[in-house]
């Protein structure tokens, strides 16, 4: 069965910083490419990024919000997936996902969420 | 980057109807385009892939439709499960942008 667990949420202030992991079980973490999703009180799902699997490239891709204060990075050596978040705003308040196709060819396929985690709750607040 | 404009925003349909909600992308996407589910205080959940491919387990009364910039979720008889927020994703390449949601409410 596959797994993931986020951690790492909490309050955090304006201006400060969070690393958020993504524990993943139940499929071969170093073959897929992961991403992060967030999701604020009531709105809608925000792509954040992704990293592709080390086998592909280990490139990451980000959204055009992130501007360089979001980094995503992975340790396949625990199965974890990061998001250090830096320089925190009142509006980056939200759940955090993380998610993946789980797996297997991606060039041609593309790169949509069979699974989710159920997310950590992120509040940045003075 | 393309955006992904869905309508309506919200609807409210009796049990039985025929739902649709549409999904464009401001430019050609290919077949890449998702739809995701939310029922409330629910984690998203996969529908649909490859504009149309039913992921496993998803009820038969769910199809997508549409090519390029033009895509399609219809629900074919409304059922009280189904109530739920519902989203397009485009993934043809990042940034893989989900559209604004439709909440599909029961009236």
């Known amino acids: 069965e596959v797994q993931l667990v986020e951690s790492g949420g909490g309050l955090v202030k304006p201006g400060g910083s969070l690393r958020l992991s993504c524990a993943a079980s139940?499929?071969?973490?170093?073959?897929?490419?992961m991403n992060w999703v967030r999701q604020a009180a009531g709105k809608g799902l925000e792509w954040i990024g992704r990293?592709?699997?080390?086998?592909?490239?280990?490139?990451?891709d980000y959204a055009e919000f992130v501007k360089g204060r979001f980094t995503i990075s992975r340790d396949d050596s625990i199965n974890t997936l990061f998001l250090q978040l830096n320089i925190l705003e009142t509006d980056d308040t939200a759940v955090y996902y993380c998610?993946?196709?789980?797996?297997?060819?991606?060039?041609?396929?593309?790169?949509?969420?069979?699974?989710w985690g159920q997310g950590t709750l992120v509040t940045v607040s003075s | 980057d393309i955006q992904m404009t869905q309508s309506p925003s919200s609807l409210s349909a009796s049990v039985g109807d025929r739902v649709t909600i549409t999904c464009r992308a401001g430019?050609?996407?290919?077949?890449?385009l998702a739809w995701y589910q939310q029922k409330p205080g629910k984690v998203p959940n996969l529908l649909i892939y490859?504009?149309?491919t039913l992921q496993s387990g998803v009820p038969s009364r769910f199809s997508g439709s549409g090519s390029g910039t033009d895509f399609t979720l219809t629900i074919s008889s409304l059922q009280p499960e189904d109530v739920a927020t519902y989203y397009c994703?485009?993934?043809?390449?990042?940034?893989?942008?989900f559209g604004g949601g439709t909440k599909v409410e029961i009236k």
């Open positions: 998610t993946t196709r789980g797996g297997g060819t991606y060039y041609g396929i593309g790169d949509y969420f069979d699974y």
């Open positions: 139940g499929f071969t973490f170093n073959n897929a490419w």
């Open positions: 990293i592709r699997s080390k086998i592909d490239g280990g490139a990451t």
């Open positions: 430019q050609g996407i290919s077949k890449f």
């Open positions: 490859a504009t149309s």
């Open positions: 994703q485009k993934y043809n390449s990042a940034p893989l942008t």
